[in-house]
């Protein structure tokens, strides 16, 4: 099983073990800063006469931060650049452990109510995140079985970046454009694997689209 694994993606050498402790210890700060600032997008009120606020109002901060696409793609490149699968499972986990830890805790203590029920959904899908990590991580390959993933994920993000139905397609925002070319180019490893992965994804987020 290891064999037939490691011919669709070769996990890189492990390095010291302090590299290591410090490189998932960046992994959980990042989540644990942007759940901060996800939560502090969500209480602040926009005042245009503020250059810089006006520029968050502009890029709609707020409403990104509060999709999922942005997370599945920032989940994405941590799985995909981590060395290994398992190395991607733990350093997804300790992202949106740190995610969901610190937007519940900011929630409690400077908003003044408690989002249990919200945060359930995102503490399961912190859960369940490590095996998807460890499945995104070999659509890095160039095999037949990278291009299924690539294929899966990109129907996914197309679905959480554009509105989809079966006899139309739109465009929502230009953020949303950028998370999707931001996948695409994470997962790519040829010309012709990206374009059969978007032509794959694409028929697939069309499907989706009809199942529910």
């Not at 810089?52 to 920032?74: H, K, R, T, Y």
């Not at 990278?146 to 929502?172: A, E, H, N, P, R």
């Amino acid at each position: 099983m290891t064999q037939w694994l490691n011919k669709i993606r070769f996990p890189r050498k492990a390095k010291r073990l302090p590299v290591e402790f410090a490189s998932s210890l960046l992994i959980l700060l990042l989540g644990i800063g942007l759940g901060i600032f996800s939560k502090w997008l969500d209480n602040l009120s926009i005042d245009s006469t503020v250059p810089w606020q006006n520029v968050l109002g502009i890029l709609d901060l707020g409403n990104v931060f509060s999709d999922f696409a942005v997370w599945f793609l920032i989940a994405l490149a941590v799985a995909i650049f981590s060395r290994s699968p398992l190395k991607a499972g733990l350093n997804v986990l300790l992202f949106f452990a740190g995610m969901c830890a610190s937007y519940h805790i900011y929630t409690i203590f400077f908003s003044g109510f408690n989002p249990l029920s919200y945060m359930m959904i995102w503490y399961v899908l912190t859960i369940v995140s490590p095996f998807f990590a460890l499945v995104c991580w070999y659509g890095k390959g160039s095999t037949a079985v990278s291009l299924i993933i690539d294929i899966l994920i990109l129907g996914v993000m197309i679905q959480c970046c554009f509105s989809v139905g079966l006899w139309y397609f739109d465009f929502t925002s230009l953020i949303n454009i950028l998370i999707f070319a931001g996948s695409a180019a994470i997962l790519y490893t040829s010309p012709k694997q990206t374009l059969i992965s978007l032509l794959g994804g694409g028929i697939l987020a069309f499907i989706f689209s009809m199942i529910y």
